[in-house]
């Protein structure tokens, strides 16, 4: 009998927590071994045992606007990204170890100096470590997007996490989301439209074709290929306050699974 069975029939029903991922190990090869173990201590967030709010300037050692990407996949794309702004410091937060051995390579061999990286899940990142009003922007791309049905709840972008992420981006920031399947654009655009109070079309919705200072990557090249359109939905921040609602972001839509991830 499982725990919904125990329960009274007045109780609250028990909902798994939303997570931005379900943790998958790939295989390491020695040079993504040799990356987690020489350079992570070197390039990536180093976070406190205790939840404690990093301070952005310190930990690039400068004041700069701050990009977070959740879920980066190999991170060439996002490395690409840094080394054509370098005037832009960039946290990018994935908990596939190869992928994250993959990108602290390439900001290794591309001499990069404004890029941070995270194996931390996203909401933890997002609800303990960065304080309000610290990113001047938040980028996902291409998560997972739970195609059947039954799976939708275990979508990233809900309501709860897009008011969280709102918390997190300063006015006048931005929130740019990225799918190549259809019905999660048309998801993404109806939860963007339940949170006007706090982010507003920056443009066209979706936009005409890939914006410029997003490269390709490769789940993008992946869902071409499979003959998928490409969405990008970029929204800006309003000045409009706002507050997470910590029961909604830590309670989700029954969980009959594993949590979140990116594909």
């Known amino acids: 009998m499982n725990d919904l069975a125990n329960r009274g029939a007045d109780e609250t029903p028990f909902y798994r ?17 040799r990356a987690l173990d020489d350079l992570f201590p070197r390039f990536g967030l180093q976070l406190p ?37 370098p005037e832009r410091d960039f946290i990018g937060t994935e908990v596939h170890r190869p992928g994250v051995g993959h990108l602290l390579r390439e900001v290794e061999q591309r001499g990069l100096t404004n890029v941070r990286v995270s ?11 960065l304080t309000p009003d610290s990113l001047d922007c938040v980028q996902v791309f291409f998560p997972d997007p739970w195609h059947k049905k039954r799976h939708h709840k275990r979508r990233l972008i809900q309501p709860a996490f897009v008011q969280h992420l709102a918390t997190r981006i300063r006015p006048g920031g931005r929130l740019h989301l990225a799918t190549d399947w259809a019905d999660y654009a048309e998801h993404m655009i109806a939860v963007m439209e339940e ?3 706090w982010f507003e079309p920056d443009g066209p919705v979706p936009a005409p074709g890939r914006p410029p200072d997003r490269p390709e990557t490769k789940f993008e090249r992946r869902g071409l290929r499979r003959g998928h359109t490409v969405a ?16 909604s972001f830590g309670r989700a839509s029954p969980q009959d699974g594993e949590p979140v991830r990116r594909s």
Request: glycine share 8%; proline share 6%; net charge negative.
């Open 119 to 129: 194996d931390a899940d996203a909401v933890e990142l997002l609800e303990h470590y």
């Open 17 to 33: 927590r939303i997570r931005s991922f379900v943790r998958r190990e790939g295989r390491l090869t020695p040079g993504q071994q």
């Open 49 to 85: 045992d205790a939840a404690e709010p990093l301070d952005l300037n310190t930990v690039f050692g400068r004041t700069a606007p701050v990009t977070l990407e959740i879920g980066f996949g190999d991170g060439e794309s996002l490395a690409e990204q840094a080394a054509r702004q």
């Open 195 to 197: 949170c006007t109070p």
């Open 232 to 247: 990008d939905l970029v929204y800006r921040r309003t000045q409009a306050p706002a507050a997470a609602d910590a029961g």
